[in-house]
Every structure is written in structure tokens, then in C-alpha cells.
């Protein structure tokens, strides 16, 4: 019954989101208040209709009711409540409503949002509503996540068991948060392009509208990668965390363009000036989205992540991709010729500046898009058959992305309109200096000798000091007293430290990826008990193994101490193998030794040598500041959520101006 | 009873009984030679496992990409170079097998395209600057000055 309840909560959504797309576009082209009023109402009803629907999925899911096809294909009775529960958004009909839930919430936001002039906003929620439609009807006809099962199954046929894991239960949330809150700027940046006038105060308002959906967004969505990437990296079991799959390359993709929004919507928001620019990369950053659920569950592309693949429904999602994306970008080809002014600017300037960085995030995103698809377009076209892999964006993407982190530091000490590009060098000489004593340093000291990594670290170093560099100048840090710098530090707006901390995050993430890539240390061995195996700095001695219960699958155990070589510093770690009798099958459970910013990575095989004598076959990684791959894109999240707690940028700040 | 079944099935597959899916693969002999090795370990991370989806064969557990590491490493022993060994691969298994696709006429795209993409950007960029340079702002009008005076009375009040 309650199950039903949900199904039918599910198509009212689908009702109410079309009336909100129907009342709204009326509203708009009647200006009727009342019509727009009741557009809005739709859409907070539409949210709350797939949110408690979204609720009995997890119902039927938490109480294991096997009657529900989904439940019965995704999860079983022995699964821990936190998996069972997340076992709603593990499968593809579960994850839809997910999206829908997160669609319809974010339209919900935007209907309730003050501030906004009443034909943009009634368009937008109208464009949302078309949005939410489409997808809601997706989910009804084709993806029906309550669909019964005439047998009732005794017990459910569980869910993948690497997916029983912390970071991925929470992965998906975080991940869809930010693809699809995308969808909110998808829906601005179409009504703008309704409603916009050239060389109207519209634009700069507008991308002070925009920034905080794209803010918002972009920093879930980094949360969601770096989660990902984590997972991967201790659950996979191969000690890498980013393997430029086409799935990975899939989230990619909108964070890429995402950034590049971001950092547009500044200018147009000061400046009024790259109007068209801002609004072509939200429309951007939400197809990406929208590609990426159709590749990833469409079985176009081959990939280690590749997720509920059906491509029956890959076909649906291609269409509601070309119908949006379509019509989208139709729009904007008619309607950007009229979009050009706003306020001129030298070639040298914080606009200048932010113009490069949109150059270079935009071309990285299409080098990703072309890495991907390239394999797809050659064998339709010519049959040849090719890999794109790490090599290939060592090569393009990585060179793209370091000229843009060369130029980052200088861009936030430029003045706007016209800048003295010598001030800012005189300003930035401690980053240069800092950068330049770091890559010196870790050529000398690392082994092997690695000209490029240390060049690396120099980058890395290069982007915090800057960071930092830029922060002291604000707040005349050394040339005024104490007092004076703290009084300005306080003064500071949030926005200014959430900047400076995603930039300085960024240089986190830069010398982790550089040193963890260039200087990591790998050993396999079949060892028996007693026995033990070095990589880099470290060795691993195998103590026990045994069988240890978990709450559904047994595991071999293994016992090992990790040591430096010369034997001191001794903590233990485990590392399993677990096997999952519901489904059959066996996963690896990664022992980590956290070693300040290092890890210690450990992976039990199989099982070797005669049973008198028997031996394991045992891989150790030493993977050197892994810590820093995961704590930079952290720092870079909680630097965007600073930002949108900034007053300036809350909806309707603008509109009150009076003194508080 | 059931209970001490799964266990006993567990322990079988826990022990590598579970070939029958596919034969267990033999152990990973590293090369004795250290130099070599490191090479091998090279090459593993840019070749692709071909029975996987997106793995090197340096990180697939799959029994193929076990027989493809013995026969990189044997070719190594044999005294075959880098080159070499990629293209007797690619022979062998077609471009798909390394992860760096191959630069010829139907790769271009792919190899320059990014670059093409920023000196184009780079060029128009350029052009429009030199045509555009902003001219001096026109000095304000006395409203304007008197507006401005009163907004930045405002915001001081404010803070």
C-alpha cells in the first residue's frame, strides 16, 4: 500500500510538474501574477510529491519488502540498514528518482527565491518545470522504481557488494546534488535569453542570480567526485584513484564547465561584460550533465563504473538530451548576436585574467569530451578501434591545465578594466621564489630524479603562496600593524576567503596528484606468514591470517605490521577478502596505514602454496601525500560554500540595500 | 547446517577454488633484473587488459592481463625495447590494446584539437583586443557625483 502511495505520489509529481511548466509560461505571457503564483505552487508541490515518494522507496527498501521488483533486485535481508537504505539509489530507477527529487527540490528553491525581477523568474520556473516533466516522465513510463513482482522472492538478490562502502552510499547524493542543481542555471540562463536585453543593468544582476545555483552546485558536485575518486581508491583495490575512465571523465565534464561558469558570472556580475559567454557555459554545464547520465547508463562507452546499462532507455535519455540541449542552444544562436556590451576592459585585467581561465577550463572540458567520445566516433566512422587513456591526457589536458594554474595567481591581484601586470609580478615574487625553492627541493630529494614532477610541486607550491599572497595584500599583512590587518582580515567578505581557499585547495590537490603520480612505490609478493614485502620508505610483515564473520560475508583476514625498512614505527593493519554468499562474490577490503600525508596501502590476494606451507599474494603501494589528493578538492568545496554564505550573494540581498 | 555450508563454500572460494570461472592465474614473476622490472611495471600501466572495461593490465586481476604481463616481461628478457614490445602488441591486438592511441590522419583531431581550439580562442581573443581598447571613462556629471557621494555615505553608514 504505502509502495502504491509512492507510484501514484510520483505520477502527481509528473502532473504538477507539467502545470508548473503550463501556469508559469502562461503566467509569463499573460504577466499575471496569480498564474505565475500558482506555477510556484506547483513546483514546491511537485518537490514534495517526489520527496515522500522518494521516502517509500527507502521504506520498502529499509523493511526489505521483496514484492518490489527494485527491492528484490538491489538489496537482501543480511545488508546493514545504512546499505539497505542506500540501496534505494544504488539501482538505475532509484537513482532517477534521486535525480527527479533533486530537480524538483532545486525547482522548488527557485520558485521560492525572492529577488528576482517576475518575467525572468516565472520563465525560469516555467523552463524548470519543463525540465522536471521530462525527466518525471522518464521515470513513470520507463523506469518505474515500484513496479511489483507477481512472485515474491524469499530473499532479495543483493546489491554489489563494493558498493557496500561509507563513501559511496554518500556518493551518489553529493554527485547528483551538483549535476543536476546545474539544471537551475540551465533554467536561468534559457529564460535570460527570453527575457535579456542588451546593454540593459539586466546582465550583471542576472550573474549575481546565477552564481549562487552555480556556486551551490559545483561545490556538491566536487564533494561528489572527490568521494568517488576515494572510493575507488580504497574499495577497487589497484591503488590508483583516477584512471581518466569514460565514466569518471563523465562527472568530469560538468565540474569543468561548472568552474568556468562560476568564474564567469563574476564578470558579468561586476562588469555586465561576457553575457553571452556566462550564459552559453550554464547551458553547457548542465548538458554535460545530462550526457553523462547517458553515457554512463546508456552501455555506449566500456568502463570499470558503468552503471545500470540499458540501452533501450540510453535511447530515451539521448532524446531528452537532444530535445533540451537542442533547443537550448537553438535559442542561444538566435538570441546572443543581441547580447554583446557591457563594460570594455583591457587585455590586462582581472577581466583578462578571468577571459584566459575561461579559455583554458573550456578547452580542458572539450579535450575531456573529445578523450571520450573520440574512440565512440572513430569506430562508427572508420572501424578502427582505439584506447584513450591516461597517456593521452598527460598529454593534452595536464599541459592545458598547468598554463592555466601559472596564470591563476596573478588573476585575483589584477585590478578591473585595466591592470599593471608589473605590480602584480612584484607582488607575487615570494610565490615565485616559494615555487622555485620547492621544485628545486623535491628534484634533489625525491627518488627517482623526475624533472616534470618537480616542476609539479613548484605549480602546487606556486598556487598556495599565491593564494595566500593575494589574502596578506588584502589584508596588508606586514605593512600595517597587527591590529590594522586583523580589522581588515574580519572586514574581508566571505566570498574573498572562499576564493582564496578553493585556489589554495587547488595547489593542495596539485602537489598530491604530482607527488602520489610521479613518486609512488609498488611491490607484489606471495608471502607466507612471518614473511614480508618493502615499498618505498616501508615494509609490511604478514602476522595471521584468519577467517573473520562479517554481518553478510566471511572474510580471510590478514594480520599485517607495517614498519619503516629500518623497523621502527610498527602499527598494525588489516586487509580482507571478503566473500558475499548472497551473490557470489568476492571483494577486496583495502588496509590503509595513514602515515601523515602518505599512505600505506595493502591488498590480500588469493590464496597460494600447498596447504602445509600456505601463502598469500600480497601487493603493497606506498603512495607518497596520497592525503592531499582527497583534503585539496575538500578545501576547494568548503571555499565555494564560504562564497555562497556570502551576504552579496544571498538572493534578495541586492534588492534591500538599506543599512543593517 | 545451512550456516556451516556457507562457510565451507566461503572457505572453497576464499582459497582460490573459485576457478571455475576462470582458471586462477599464475603468480606474478617480477623480472630479476631491477631496471627491468621497472620498465615492465611502465609498460603495464599504459597496456590495456583486453578482456576488461577500462583497466591497465598493471591493475586488472583478470587471468588475461596476467598472461599479458608474463608475456611483456618475457619479451623484456628477450631483449626487445619499449617500441618494440608496444608494437608487436599492437599487431597482435589492434590499436585498442594501448592506452595512448596512435597519431595519424584519423587521430589528429584528437591529438591537436585541444591546442587548435586555444591558439584559435588565443588569435580572436587577440584581434578583438586591439580592436576594442577601452577609451578613458568619460568623467562623470555632477548627478552622478552626487549620487556616488551619496551611495558611498550609504554604505559607510552600513558597515
Request: with cysteine; charged share 15%.
Amino acid at each position: 500500500m504505502i509502495v502504491e502511495t509512492g507510484a501514484y505520489l510520483l505520477a502527481l509529481a509528473l502532473a504538477l510538474s507539467l502545470a508548473q511548466a503550463a501556469l508559469s509560461a502562461a503566467g509569463r505571457a499573460r504577466l499575471s501574477p496569480v498564474l505565475a503564483g500558482a506555477g510556484q505552487g506547483a513546483s514546491i508541490g511537485s518537490a514534495v510529491a517526489v520527496f515522500v515518494s522518494f521516502l517509500t522507496l527507502v521504506w520498502a527498501f529499509a523493511a526489505s519488502d521483496f514484492s518490489v521488483a527494485n527491492v528484490a533486485a538491489n538489496s537482501h535481508t543480511d545488508k546493514p540498514m545504512l546499505y539497505k537504505v542506500a540501496a534505494a539509489w544504488g539501482s538505475h530507477e532509484g537513482s532517477l528518482l534521486l535525480w527527479c527529487l533533486v530537480m524538483t527540490g532545486f525547482g522548488a528553491a527557485l520558485a521560492r527565491a525572492r529577488g528576482l525581477p517576475f518575467r525572468l523568474k516565472t520563465s525560469a520556473v516555467a523552463v524548470q518545470g519543463g525540465l522536471s516533466a521530462l525527466f518525471l516522465a522518464f521515470a513513470v513510463f520507463t523506469s518505474n522504481p515500484f513496479a511489483r513482482l507477481d512472485q515474491v522472492p524469499a530473499q532479495g538478490a543483493s546489491l554489489n557488494p563494493l558498493l557496500q562502502d561509507p563513501a559511496l552510499a554518500l556518493h551518489p547524493p553529493m554527485l547528483y546534488a551538483g549535476y543536476v542543481g546545474f539544471s537551475v542555471c540551465f533554467s536561468l540562463a534559457v529564460a535570460a535569453l527570453i527575457e535579456g536585453r542588451a546593454n540593459a543593468p539586466f546582465w550583471p544582476a542576472w550573474g549575481r542570480w546565477v552564481r549562487p545555483w552555480a556556486l551551490a552546485s559545483w561545490a556538491l558536485l566536487t564533494v561528489g567526485i572527490a568521494l568517488g575518486a576515494f572510493w575507488a581508491y580504497y574499495e577497487l583495490g589497484w591503488g590508483g584513484w583516477w584512471f581518466w575512465d569514460p565514466v569518471e571523465n563523465a562527472s568530469f565534464m560538468p565540474w569543468l564547465a561548472g568552474a568556468a561558469l562560476l568564474h564567469s558570472a563574476v564578470v558579468t556580475e561586476r562588469r555586465g561584460a561576457l553575457a553571452g559567454w556566462t550564459v552559453f557555459l550554464a547551458l553547457l554545464a548542465f548538458t554535460f550533465s545530462m550526457l553523462g547520465a547517458f553515457l554512463v547508463r546508456s552501455g555506449v562507452l566500456t568502463s570499470v563504473h558503468a552503471f545500470a546499462v540499458d540501452p533501450e532507455r540510453g535511447v530515451m535519455l539521448l532524446a531528452i538530451l537532444g530535445l533540451t540541449a537542442g533547443l537550448a542552444f537553438a535559442l542561444f544562436a538566435w538570441r546572443s548576436p543581441q547580447l554583446k556590451g557591457g563594460g570594455l576592459f583591457a587585455p590586462v585585467s582581472r577581466e583578462g585574467a578571468l577571459v584566459l581561465n575561461n579559455l583554458f577550463l573550456t578547452a580542458a572540458a572539450a579535450t575531456v569530451l573529445l578523450g571520450t567520445l573520440y574512440p565512440l566516433i572513430l569506430e562508427a566512422a572508420a572501424g578502427a578501434t582505439i584506447s584513450v587513456g591516461p597517456p593521452y591526457f598527460a598529454a593534452t589536458f595536464v599541459p592545458l591545465m598547468a598554463a592555466a594554474f601559472l596564470i591563476l595567481p596573478a588573476g585575483p591581484l589584477l585590478a578591473w578594466k585595466r591592470a599593471d601586470a608589473l605590480g602584480a609580478a612584484q607582488r607575487l615574487w615570494v610565490a615565485a621564489a616559494a615555487a622555485v625553492v620547492a621544485g628545486l627541493l623535491a628534484f634533489a630529494l625525491f627518488e627517482p630524479k623526475k624533472a616534470l614532477s618537480a616542476a609539479g610541486v613548484g605549480l602546487g607550491v606556486w598556487l598556495i603562496v599565491g593564494a595566500l599572497v593575494e589574502v596578506s595584500e588584502r589584508v596588508r599583512l606586514f605593512r600595517a600593524p597587527v591590529g590594522e590587518s586583523l580589522r581588515r582580515a574580519k572586514g574581508l567578505p566571505l566570498a574573498a576567503w572562499g576564493m582564496t581557499l578553493a585556489h589554495a585547495g587547488l595547489g593542495v590537490f596539485v602537489l598530491g596528484a604530482v607527488v602520489e603520480t610521479g613518486f609512488k612505490a609498488e611491490a607484489a609478493r606471495t608471502i607466507a606468514v612471518g614473511e614480508s614485502l618493502s615499498a618505498g620508505p616501508y615494509s609490511a610483515r604478514l602476522d595471521a591470517v584468519r577467517i573473520a564473520e562479517g554481518p553478510n560475508y566471511l572474510a580471510e583476514q590478514a594480520i599485517l605490521t607495517v614498519t619503516t625498512r629500518d623497523g621502527r614505527a610498527a602499527r598494525q593493519v588489516k586487509a580482507e577478502r571478503r566473500f558475499f554468499p548472497a551473490g557470489g562474490q568476492t571483494t577486496t577490503e583495502v588496509g590503509l596505514d595513514f602515515r601523515g600525508v602518505d599512505d600505506v596501502y595493502l591488498t590480500l590476494g588469493e590464496r597460494r602454496g600447498e596447504s602445509a606451507r600456505p601463502a598469500w599474494a600480497v601487493r603493497m603501494y606506498f603512495n607518497p601525500w596520497a592525503r592531499l589528493i582527497f583534503l585539496g578538492p575538500m578545501l576547494m568545496a568548503l571555499g565555494g560554500l564560504l562564497s555562497l554564505l556570502d551576504r552579496r550573494l544571498r538572493l534578495g540581498a541586492g534588492a534591500r540595500r538599506r543599512p543593517v | 547446517m545451512r550456516r556451516a555450508l556457507t562457510i565451507i563454500a566461503a572457505l572453497i572460494v576464499l582459497s582460490g577454488g573459485a576457478a571455475v570461472a576462470e582458471p586462477a592465474a599464475a603468480p606474478d614473476q617480477p623480472l630479476a633484473d631491477a631496471g627491468q622490472e621497472t620498465r615492465a611495471q611502465a609498460l603495464f600501466e599504459g597496456i590495456r587488459c583486453v578482456v576488461c572495461q577500462h583497466e591497465a593490465i598493471a591493475d586488472s586481476p583478470a587471468g588475461v592481463a596476467a598472461d599479458m604481463r608474463r608475456l611483456v616481461r618475457e619479451e623484456i628478457a628477450a631483449g626487445r625495447s619499449d617500441t618494440q614490445i608496444r608494437a608487436g602488441l599492437v599487431e597482435r591486438y589492434g590499436d585498442y590494446v594501448l592506452f595512448k592511441p596512435p597519431v595519424r590522419i584519423g587521430t589528429w583531431l584528437l591529438w591537436f584539437g585541444p591546442f587548435l581550439l586555444v591558439t584559435a580562442a588565443g588569435l580572436v581573443l587577440l584581434l578583438r583586443g586591439r580592436k576594442g581598447a577601452p577609451a578613458e571613462a568619460a568623467p562623470l556629471s555632477a548627478d552622478e557625483e552626487r549620487r556616488l557621494a551619496q551611495r558611498l555615505a550609504d554604505d559607510d553608514a552600513a558597515s
